[in-house]
């Protein structure tokens, strides 16, 4: 028997509930469950029957179709490659392979209806972040065009540039030096538009460097990678400056609780790493996970200079080198005010990145 839309939305938000409980490993009687039930109830919760995740295949794609699929929520998955969708979503239940190409607006049209929020995932090495404007403003576009509800944007703590702090909140200015943070600015500030506009409802969750199921295009998974083969691992700055990681699969739960909650839209989010800790600390702890002594290497600007007569991707990383040597470390206090979260600690997430990596 069909439910009817009242129905739906009532299911939909014990899902939320009961999905909500089980990402934060608060399912016993005690105070825990109990407070985590005060903040669902006092929530205003937006009904999601059929979203899209752009740029699926990402390490942040992946994460939060895995929350989609553990909570029961139907979804479509987008990329280029057929191959690498199905690959990471065919033996899901809940997930649609959708390929397509988000350059091009049909495409995104396509991709985008049908369904109540998208999740915008999408990716991009370094020499093509120039993409991340145009890309964006093809699927506002489209949005807009099939009616979609909501836009959700994990993005980057390029936006904020260099910090005036040594705790970066949501309020901090937004001044990016670099052409990769100017992108993304641009790319925040298309979502933001359209919220002010009425076209959709926006928001945007910005994470620091993460790592690991999946997030080999990022700076630290090589790092395990070497430890493993005991190898060198690569550093690119400093290694002494505070840092923080965030660890994927704690993001999906997170980036879904956010876009569940009405209040939640027409703002940005941070969501900081487990805790501060120094690249060094970082490798010693990835070292020591797999018997070894730390091997490390840092490359300066000089040298990336150097390197990137050879390759590009060497080349745009000069003007990131800031985030080494004034690193971002995020304040997210309003998030945690607001979801009781789960941040797995730096020993545990290595340890399963390593058995990821092991037996992947």
Known sequence: MALGASARRA????????????????????????????HLIGATLVTMEYVAIFGAAGAIGKAVGAELERRGVRFRVVGRSRQKLEQAFAKMTHA??????????????????????????????YPS?????????????????????????????????????????????????????????EQEDL?????????????TVRLPDFYGPHADIGLANPMFRAALAGKTANWVGPVNPPHEFVYVPD???????????AQCYGEAWNFAGAATINTMDFITRIYRAVGRAPRYRTVGAGMLKFLGWFNPAMREVVEMLYLQETPVILDDRKLMALLPVHK????????QTLEWMRTG
Do not use: N
């Open 129 to 185: 972040h120039h993409l991340h404007p145009l890309l964006m403003r093809t699927t506002v576009e489209a949005a807009k065009l099939v009616r979609v509800e909501r836009l959700v944007l994990p993005s980057s703590v390029y936006s904020y540039g260099v910090p005036r702090a040594s705790s970066v909140a949501e309020t901090h200015p937004r001044e990016p030096h670099t052409r990769k943070g100017k992108y993304r600015k």
């Open 251 to 261: 993001t999906g739960p997170v980036i879904v609780d956010l876009a569940s909650r």
């Open 96 to 125: 649609e392979i959708f390929p397509a190409d988000l350059s091009e607006a049909r495409s995104s049209g396509a991709a985008a209806r049908g369904v109540d929020t998208i999740f915008y995932c999408v990716g991009l090495p």
């Open 344 to 351: 797995t600690p730096y020993d545990d997430g290595i340890r």
């Open 11 to 38: 299911a939909w938000k014990w899902t939320l509930l009961w999905g909500s409980l089980v990402s934060c490993g608060r399912l016993s009687i005690g105070q825990p469950a109990r407070s985590l039930v005060v």
């Open 191 to 203: 979502v933001m538009e359209a919220h002010a506009a009425g076209a959709l409802q926006g928001m």
